[in-house]
Structure formats: C-alpha cells, structure tokens
C-alpha cells in the first residue's frame, strides 16, 4: 500500500487527483529525508512499514521511533496514545496530504554525543525560558519560619541559598514584616539588599531597611535628633537600594526629604529618570556611580501545578516545562487540564496571553470537575454543552457555567493577564484582569475540581504563579 521515493513535499501542496497521500519523513536518527505516497486508506502500521523500508534504518526498530505529523498551518499531532494502534487510520489520526511526519529515534539508538548535545541544549533552553521552579524545591519553608532559618549559622551552603531564593520570591511581602525584618542581623540585610533578583519594589526595600536602622539605634538607645546617626548606621546598607529603579513620585515624596541623598544626587536622580522614560541608555549622573542603576531581574515563584501532558487535546503543544501551551490548528477547540485536584482551600493562579488572536472563545481559563475526564474532546471548557465547568471568556468578556453565561470583565488581547482566584471554602471563583478583581463571578463551586484551560486558533498562553496574594474584592 506505499511506495517510496526520494524528494521534497511541498507545503500546502494539493491532494494527488489519484487519492494517494503523500507525505515527507524526517528521521533524526540516522538523518533521513523521503517522501512517501500512501494509500488514501492506509493505517498507521502501513506508514511503519513505508518508514522502515527507508534506507539506513533498522526495520526492527522503527516500531519504537516516536512519530509526529505536522501539516502546513495546521496541528502538530503525536501518532501515539491509548487509542491509536497500528490498525489506526491516518486521515482518522488527522495526517493530511503534504505533511511532514517526523520520526524520532529512541534514546538507546542515538549516539551518546547526540544524546549529550541535546541534554545540553535542553539546559540551556531551560534557562533562556526562566522555567518555573517546583514547590518541593522550597518545601518545609514559609512566611512565619523563614526569619528563624536565615539566621541559622549552622544550615549548609545549599540551604542558605534556598532560604535567599524564597526571600527573593516573596520580598515584597516579607519586607512588609517590619519586626521580623528588623530583627535580622546586619550581614543578612546587606545579603537581602544586594540581591539582583528580588520580588519587590525598590522603594519597599528602602522603607524596609530605614526602618531596620531605626530599630538599630532604638536598641542602642542613641538619640538622632538630625538623621546623622540613622544615615552611619545604613551607610554600608544603603548603598545597595537602587535609586535609579524608583519612581519620579517615590523620590518626589520620601527620598528628596530623607537625607540620604545630597542636594547634586537628588538632582542627578530626577535627571535620570526624565531621561530613562524616553531613552533606555540614559547613564545617571557621576554623581550617582556608587550605586546600581539596572532593574532587578526578580525570581520566578515556584509553581504548584503544571498543564498535564496526558490531559490535553492531541493538537496542544506544551513547552516550557509544561506551562506554556501553544494550539496552532482552527478546526475544533482543545481543552487541556491541570496535574492536580483541588479539594479545599484557596489556590491562586495566572495566564500570560503570549500569542494571541482575539476571538470570541480563543482562549476560555477556569476550573472543571474532576468527575470529568473526557480530555481529549474537542470543546471549550464551560461552554454550554462542551466541557463542564467554571471559565472566563477572554475573548467573549463572558463568564460561564454550561447554560448560565454572562457579560464579565472585558475582551482581553496580546501580553496581557487573566488571574484565577479559586476560594474552594467559599465555593467562589473570581477573575483578575492584569492584577484587577472584575469581582466574584461564581459563586456555586464545588469541589474537587482541577485547573482547566481551551484555546482556538493560533494562540499561546504562558502559566505563571503570583508572588502575592490577588487583592479580592469578595468580602
């Protein structure tokens, strides 16, 4: 039922007038390229065969190469599942004529080399995609026990660092935590202070360390009528505050008065920023040069889920450690699902709107229940009909729950956030539109249920975890 030949499809190439479906197989091990025509009727078993008659490759092995489809502006689709046998067809698997099915070998049979230069690669991506860290990473620490750790001398290198990292994660809170804060010795306050990846706003840390120096001299009962002995106990600890990463507003109202910054700095500094708000390359004045200038990078907060690869429609692709999704094909809506089950409890989550082309159900995020399992159906989440459950329409500005849907929020478009409150204890779900509550919009949640996402088109939604809690409008 095949027959192979050496050529190039051509993308967007018209069905043969014969019925035959022609298709390019890319093996990546050893490097191959043939087209191959097919039977109109053929099954998954007959394009093993057609592959393994390849020259080159071991007949034996091909059964165990991972095969992927990828038409022309169409799905990337995986030939492989519960469902899909050797008996399968492919139009039924969705291979369309002119595709291009990528072979992919197994680890044993590609070169150590080849192995090791993708293990590499991968490492490197990883880090260019700033992946989520895992909560285990961070497990057994908290908001209430951090203070005591980053004081113990006796905790190893490598626990240091993960008691800074989770500082780093939430400073924005914890710098709010005057008393614990001030309790901290010197050494750990320049350490916090000097951090490039800090989740906060430069003028927290300056409030923050102003009022560890006052509790300094308070405990020393040293009188400061004139500021001079707050600014000699900071001196080494200042420094490191990022004045250039402030706002006009935050100089303007406690900077320019504090007494830290002379009268040349404090004009230097709003020099500065007037340039900075038109030219990225502004340099701050000489004035300036002790301290650091460039924004802090921060630090991603570790996340409690990921998108579950065995949950999803076959046309989704996950990439970034599973949290970011990416549909390229238009002929149904593709659901996928979160890897755990919330009982109880309140969870907090967002979406980046990385790609995106608005639509009127492009993208639909919330909750369904976890009695559904039906992962691969082609339907919206919380559509009437489709998949049950919870879910804002960004590109609808509705919220729905099967047959109830409602005007809620506003269209959403490209770069922006949709945040998810779910309150399992209140049973209600409350959407943030770039941080802003658009208010309770259920009210009638019941537990468990699983985080849940269906997107149309061309899109692509990165998931990120806030390192602060969503400020609710529910009372």
Not at 85 to 97: F, P, Q, R, W, Y
Not at 237 to 254: P, W
Not at 332 to 354: A, H, K, M
Not at 365 to 391: C, D, K, L, Q, R
Request: charged share 25%.
């Amino acid at each position: 039922m095949a027959t192979a030949s050496a050529g190039t499809a051509a993308k967007g190439s018209p069905a043969p007038a014969d019925g035959s479906l022609r298709v390019l197989v890319r093996v990546d091990y050893p490097t191959k390229d043939q087209l191959v025509t097919l039977d109109a009727k053929s099954t998954l078993g007959d394009l093993r065969t057609a592959i393994a008659k390849i020259d080159g490759l071991d007949a034996k092995a091909v059964p165990r190469y991972q095969l992927l489809s990828v038409s022309y502006r169409g799905a990337i689709i995986e030939l492989s599942g519960d469902k899909v046998t050797d008996a399968s067809s492919l139009s039924t698997l969705g291979v369309v004529d002119s595709a291009t099915i990528v072979a992919r070998a197994p680890a044993d049979i590609a070169p150590r080399k080849k192995r090791a230069a993708k293990a590499a690669k991968e490492k490197e991506d990883e880090k260019k995609d700033e992946k989520t860290v895992s909560v285990n990473r961070y497990k057994g620490i908290t908001a209430k026990n951090i203070w005591k750790k980053l004081e113990d001398s006796k905790a190893s290198s490598n626990k240091q660092k993960l008691y800074f990292e989770f500082f780093d994660i939430y400073a924005s809170k914890l710098l709010k935590q005057t008393a614990q804060f001030s309790a901290l010795p010197k050494a750990t306050v320049i350490a916090v202070a000097k951090s490039d990846t800090l989740n906060c706003k430069e003028i927290e840390l300056f409030d923050a360390v102003v009022a560890w120096g006052k509790d300094q001299l308070k405990k020393d009962k040293v009188s400061d009528e004139k500021g001079t002995e707050l600014k000699k106990v900071l001196d080494d600890v200042i420094v490191h505050v990022r004045f250039g990463c402030m706002s006009t507003q935050d100089v303007a109202l406690k900077i320019s008065s504090s007494g830290f910054l002379d009268g040349d700095q404090i004009l230097d500094l709003f020099t500065y920023l007037g340039m900075k708000s038109g030219n990225k390359n502004a340099v701050p004045g000489k004035s300036l040069s002790k301290f650091v200038s460039r924004e802090r990078k921060g630090r991603r907060p570790p996340s409690w889920f990921k998108w579950d690869n065995n949950k999803k429609h076959n046309s989704l692709v996950l990439t970034n450690d599973n949290t970011t999704v990416t549909s390229n094909g238009t002929g149904q809506f593709q659901p996928i699902f979160g890897d755990i089950e919330l009982n109880e409890g309140v969870w907090e989550f967002e979406i980046v709107l990385t790609q995106y082309n608005a639509q009127a159900h492009a993208c639909n995020i919330g909750v369904v229940p976890t009695t559904f399992t039906n992962y691969t159906v082609g339907h919206m989440i919380g559509y009437s009909g489709h998949v049950p459950g919870w879910a804002f329409a960004c590109g609808n500005a509705q919220k729905q729950n099967g047959g109830d849907m409602q005007a809620y929020g506003r269209n959403m478009a490209q770069g922006e956030t949709v945040g998810v409150r779910v309150d399992l204890d209140k049973k209600t779900i409350e959407f943030f539109l770039n941080g802003v509550s658009q208010g309770v919009a259920f009210r009638n949640v019941n537990g468990p249920v699983r985080p849940a996402l269906s997107l149309y088109g061309n899109q692509s939604v990165t998931l990120r975890f806030p390192t602060a809690e969503f400020k609710s409008q529910e009372k």
